[in-house]
C-alpha cells in the first residue's frame, strides 16, 4: 500500500509541491489505485489459447554453434501445420519479436530468464492454418544484449555477428537479420519479419537478396508481436520471389478483431488473392505501369554511386519492359529520418518502461512483468541502440515535450503528399538502402561508433513507415562494398546484394507485387 514516502516520490517526479494541509488527501488517492490495481491483478491475464494437440511444438531447442552457420537462429521448433491451404508443406521461420507459445523468446535480451509465450501471433495461428511448417524464430537485434529489436545492423551479439549470406564478414542488416541470413541462404523457404521503426524488414531484405514487402500500415495484424512503438510497428513476408511473398501475404493478412490498428483491413475471407493476381498479371508484366522516380529518394550525399546506377539501371529496364518513367519529388521526405528519430526513440523508450497505452489488443504482459524494473545491471548489458535510445528520449521528452506530436503531424502531411503523387503515379521509386551491407563494426566499439556504422541506412525506408503506405524492396544486382566502409584487401572481390524500393497506394499490393515480379520474371538479378 502507498506510504507518504511514495506521495513525495510521485510528486517529485511532476515537479509538484503538494501543500502540506493536502499530503493525506494524495495519500488516500494513491490508495484507490493501490485498490484498483489488486482487484484488476486478482484477476487472471486473458491472453489467446492455442491448440497444442493440433499443432504440437516438437525439438524445441537452441541450436548449436556448428548448426548455426550463419548464427541466424535464436531457437529451433518443429510446429506442423494442418495439411492443405496456401502454404501446404512450405518451411516458415518467425523474428524472434513474434510469439510462438512454447518456444522461448529472446527479444534480444538476457535481461530476464528465458520468456516462454503462451499465445500464438494471429501471423503465426494463419501460417499453420494455411499449412506452413514453422521451424523455427529467427534473430533479431541482438542476442545476449538488450536491443530489443533496435538496430539496423547485424553485428551486436558478443557470440558473433549474424553473416550477411553473400560475404562472411558483412551486416545481413537488422533488425530481422535472422531472417534475411536464413531465407537468402535457403535454409528455410519463407520468412516472417518486422519493422520496429523504418529498417527492419526492407534493409535486411535487400542486403540479402531478398524480397521483402511491408504492407499497408494494419493489413497484417500485429497481434502476438512485442512492440516498439505501435504508430510504426509492422510485420510481413521475406522470401525469395515475388510470387512467394504474394503467397504469404495472402495467407496472413487481415483484419483479427483485436488489432485496432488495423483501419481498413478486410476480413481474412475478403483478402485479395495475391498470388492469383500476380500470375494474370504476367502476360501484360509492366506495360502501361506509370513510375515515378523520386528525385530526394537519390539525392542523399550516402547514396553510394554504385547502388544508384544499378537502380536506374533497373528502372530502365523496366521502361524497355513497357513502363513510362518520369522523375518526381516529395521534398519533405528529405526530413524522414529526423521525422523517424523522433518518433522511433520517443516512442520506444516509453514502451521499454511499460507505458503501453492508447491501444485496444492483446498486451503480452508477461513479458514486461517479467523484465521490469530497470536497473543499472540491466542498462549497461543493454548495449548502445537502447541505451542510446533511452538518453536521447529522456532528453527528449524534458525539452521538447511536442516534438513527437509535431512529428506524427508531418507524417500526416508526408502521407498527403505522397497520396497527391500516387494519384498520378502507379508505384514511387528509389534505392532500398543507400548504401551496400557494411562490414560489421567491433562489438566493444562505443555509443557513437555503433550510431555511425550505418549512415543514411533509413533515408528512404523510413517514408513508408511514417505514412503507412506499402513498400517493397525486390533485388536488381550486385555492387561492391562501399567506398566508405573500413574493408580489407580481400573485399575488392565481394559483391553484396542490391535492392530497389518501390511505394504503392494504400492497400495496393498488388501493384508492388507485380513489378517485382515483373523484373524477376525478365531478369536474372544474380548475373548483374
Not at 199 to 211: E, T
Not at 364 to 376: A, C
Request: charged residues 20%; aromatic residues 8%; contains cysteine.
Amino acid at each position: 500500500m502507498a506510504t507518504p514516502a511514495d506521495v513525495s516520490a510521485a510528486a517529485h517526479k511532476l515537479s509538484f509541491a503538494i501543500p502540506p494541509d493536502h499530503e493525506a488527501d494524495y495519500l488516500a488517492l494513491l490508495g484507490a489505485t493501490d485498490r484498483a490495481a489488486a482487484a484488476v491483478m486478482a484477476y487472471p491475464d486473458y491472453q489467446i489459447a492455442f491448440d497444442g494437440a493440433r499443432c504440437p511444438r516438437e525439438a524445441v531447442h537452441r541450436p548449436r554453434p556448428q548448426d548455426n552457420a550463419l548464427r541466424g537462429w535464436a531457437w529451433k521448433a518443429t510446429v506442423r501445420g494442418t495439411p492443405g491451404g496456401l502454404l501446404d508443406g512450405r518451411t516458415v521461420c518467425f523474428k524472434d519479436t513474434v510469439c510462438v507459445a512454447g518456444v522461448p523468446q529472446l527479444f534480444g535480451t538476457t535481461a530476464i530468464h528465458e520468456f516462454i509465450p503462451v499465445s500464438d501471433a494471429t501471423v503465426v495461428t494463419r501460417v499453420l492454418e494455411q499449412g506452413g511448417c514453422i521451424v523455427g524464430k529467427a534473430m533479431c537485434e541482438a542476442r545476449r544484449v538488450q536491443n530489443f529489436s533496435h538496430g539496423p545492423a547485424s553485428h551486436s551479439t558478443p557470440f558473433g555477428p549474424v553473416e550477411n549470406p553473400y560475404a562472411v564478414g558483412f551486416s545481413a542488416g537488422g533488425s530481422s537479420s535472422g531472417c534475411g541470413a536464413l531465407v537468402g541462404s535457403g535454409e528455410v523457404e519463407l520468412g516472417i519479419g518486422g519493422d520496429q521503426g523504418a529498417q527492419g524488414r526492407w534493409q535486411p531484405a535487400s542486403h540479402c537478396g531478398l524480397v521483402g514487402l511491408k504492407p499497408t500500415f494494419g493489413l497484417v495484424p500485429y497481434t502476438g508481436v512485442l512492440s516498439s512503438d505501435p504508430a510504426l510497428d509492422n510485420v510481413g513476408p521475406m522470401a525469395r520471389t515475388a510470387l512467394d511473398a504474394a503467397i504469404l501475404l495472402q495467407a496472413v493478412a487481415g483484419y483479427d478483431m483485436i488489432d485496432d490498428r488495423q483501419l481498413g483491413a478486410p476480413l481474412p475471407a475478403n483478402v485479395p488473392r495475391y498470388s492469383q493476381l500476380l500470375l494474370d498479371s504476367r502476360k501484360r508484366g509492366v506495360k502501361g505501369l506509370r513510375i515515378g522516380v523520386l528525385k530526394e529518394g537519390f539525392a542523399s550525399s550516402c547514396v553510394d554511386p554504385a547502388v544508384d546506377a544499378q537502380c536506374r539501371a533497373a528502372i530502365g529496364k523496366l521502361e524497355e519492359l513497357g513502363a513510362t518513367v518520369e522523375e518526381v519529388s516529395v521534398p519533405l521526405h528529405l526530413l524522414t529520418p529526423q521525422m523517424c528519430h523522433i518518433l522511433n526513440k520517443f516512442g520506444s523508450s516509453q514502451t521499454r518502461q511499460g507505458r503501453q497505452v492508447a491501444r485496444r489488443g492483446l498486451y503480452i504482459n508477461e513479458y514486461w512483468d517479467t523484465l521490469l524494473p530497470w536497473d543499472q545491471e540491466k542498462l549497461e548489458k543493454a548495449k548502445y541502440y537502447v541505451t542510446g535510445t533511452a538518453m536521447c528520449a529522456e532528453y527528449g521528452w524534458s525539452r521538447y515535450p511536442t516534438a513527437y506530436g509535431r512529428a506524427m503531424n508531418l507524417s500526416r502531411r508526408l502521407r498527403d503528399e505522397y497520396d497527391a503523387l500516387l494519384s498520378a503515379y502507379d508505384v514511387v521509386m528509389m534505392p532500398t538502402v543507400p548504401q551496400a551491407a557494411r562490414r560489421h563494426i567491433a562489438y566493444d566499439a562505443g555509443p557513437l561508433a555503433w550510431a555511425e556504422a550505418t549512415p543514411g541506412i533509413v533515408s528512404n525506408t523510413a517514408a513508408s513507415n511514417l505514412t503507412g503506405h506499402p513498400t517493397i524492396t525486390f533485388p536488381v544486382g550486385f555492387v561492391p562494398p562501399s567506398p566508405g566502409d573500413v574493408l580489407q584487401p580481400e573485399d575488392n572481390s565481394i559483391k553484396l546484394p542490391c535492392g530497389l524500393m518501390a511505394m504503392a497506394k494504400m492497400f495496393d499490393e498488388t501493384a508492388l507485387l507485380n513489378v517485382a515480379d515483373a523484373f524477376e520474371q525478365a531478369v536474372d538479378w544474380k548475373t548483374r
